[in-house]
């Protein structure tokens, strides 16, 4: 694609705090800088290719959920506007702007916090095996894609190197305590609830999400990201069928396309081609406008055919 995108920062101004797969995280002392890049990580390998705009549906998008979600749980979001940031961070006005945020220094719980509405990806390849998603017993004769007679808490593993896993309420509650376990579970599940319903009336169906959260001494806030197209399935309703994979606004268009490849799921990785990058891009436009009413960019004439299949 045409459009210029940002694969890292190198700022020499500010401490590198990590590179993430997708964020540069940079420490400010009692607060942190978030940057999303346009980067894309499929299987936990970071590929060659960028996204144009992806960073900012990651940024824009999480901050309209940490707003939209507030009055449940308290976040990491000091503030958006460069301007504001402390010196010397405005000066690099052009690279932070609408693709950063300055956040609140908390201390990461080590568990991703999934929510599954709907039976999908991992939770249904392990139904498939054992009738049931991360020890939670389901009732038997669900296909690809049914929709759970409630939603389920599934947590995983946050792993610095390597696949997540897949654990039980039973191995958090260990590793974490039973109160703080529980309060993950009933805060993710809440999170997920509210914005499924808020999505319904959108014309969009959250399939499953993950959330992070962190500690600030005792208090639990939200943190990272919030119901992007990089941590969440997204699809339409209009064109829900139960029985089979669904068309989608999110990354679950890339997983497919590496899958139809012969790649081993390891470095080196595949570049993509032209039209996956451009209708991914399109996608991740195209779940922000749905969800907040607001453009960010025209879609590009060669791929309106999609927007256009897609307006509910």
């Given amino acids: 694609?045409?459009?210029?995108?940002?694969?890292?920062?190198?700022?020499?101004?500010?401490?590198?705090?990590?590179?993430?797969?997708?964020?540069?995280?940079?420490?400010?002392?009692?607060?942190?800088?978030?940057?999303?890049?346009?980067?894309?990580?499929?299987?936990?390998?970071?590929?060659?290719?960028?996204?144009?705009?992806?960073?900012?549906?990651?940024?824009?998008?999480?901050?309209?959920?940490?707003?939209?979600?507030?009055?449940?749980?308290?976040?990491?979001?000091?503030?958006?506007?460069?301007?504001?940031?402390?010196?010397?961070?405005?000066?690099?006005?052009?690279?932070?702007?609408?693709?950063?945020?300055?956040?609140?220094?908390?201390?990461?719980?080590?568990?991703?916090?999934?929510?599954?509405?709907?039976?999908?990806?991992?939770?249904?390849?392990?139904?498939?095996?054992?009738?049931?998603?991360?020890?939670?017993?389901?009732?038997?004769?669900?296909?690809?894609?049914?929709?759970?007679?409630?939603?389920?808490?599934?947590?995983?593993?946050?792993?610095?190197?390597?696949?997540?896993?897949?654990?039980t309420q039973e191995y958090i509650e260990k590793e974490l305590g039973k109160g703080l376990a529980n309060k993950l579970k009933e805060l993710s599940v809440a999170l997920y609830q509210k914005a499924s319903q808020y999505a319904e009336t959108k014309g969009v169906i959250i399939a499953d999400t993950k959330f992070e959260f962190g500690l600030i001494g005792e208090e639990i806030i939200l943190i990272d990201e919030a119901l992007t197209p990089d941590s969440s399935r997204f699809w339409p309703r209009n064109e829900y069928a139960p029985g089979k994979g669904q068309p989608s606004f999110d990354k679950q268009y890339v997983r497919d396309y590496l899958e139809s490849l012969e790649w081993d799921k390891k470095p080196p990785t595949p570049d993509l081609p032209f039209h996956v990058i451009r209708e991914t891009s399109i996608k991740y436009l195209k779940i922000f406008e749905l969800l907040t009413g607001q453009k960010l960019h025209e879609a590009e004439e060669s791929g309106t055919h999609l927007t256009e299949r897609y307006e509910i």
């Fill in 1 to 167: 694609m045409t459009e210029k995108t940002l694969r890292r920062t190198n700022f020499t101004d500010v401490d590198l705090f990590k590179r993430g797969k997708v964020r540069d995280v940079y420490d400010l002392g009692d607060k942190l800088l978030i940057i999303s890049t346009d980067r894309i990580s499929c299987f936990d390998v970071v590929l060659p290719s960028e996204i144009p705009h992806k960073g900012e549906v990651l940024t824009k998008l999480s901050l309209f959920w940490f707003k939209y979600t507030s009055g449940l749980i308290a976040n990491h979001v000091v503030t958006a506007e460069v301007n504001d940031y402390p010196h010397p961070l405005p000066a690099h006005k052009e690279t932070l702007e609408n693709r950063s945020m300055l956040v609140k220094k908390a201390k990461p719980v080590p568990v991703e916090c999934v929510v599954r509405g709907y039976l999908s990806g991992s939770g249904w390849k392990e139904y498939r095996e054992t009738r049931s998603v991360c020890g939670i017993k389901l009732p038997g004769g669900l296909k690809e894609s049914d929709k759970l007679p409630e939603p389920i808490f599934t947590p995983s593993t946050k792993e610095e190197v390597g696949h997540d896993t897949n654990v």
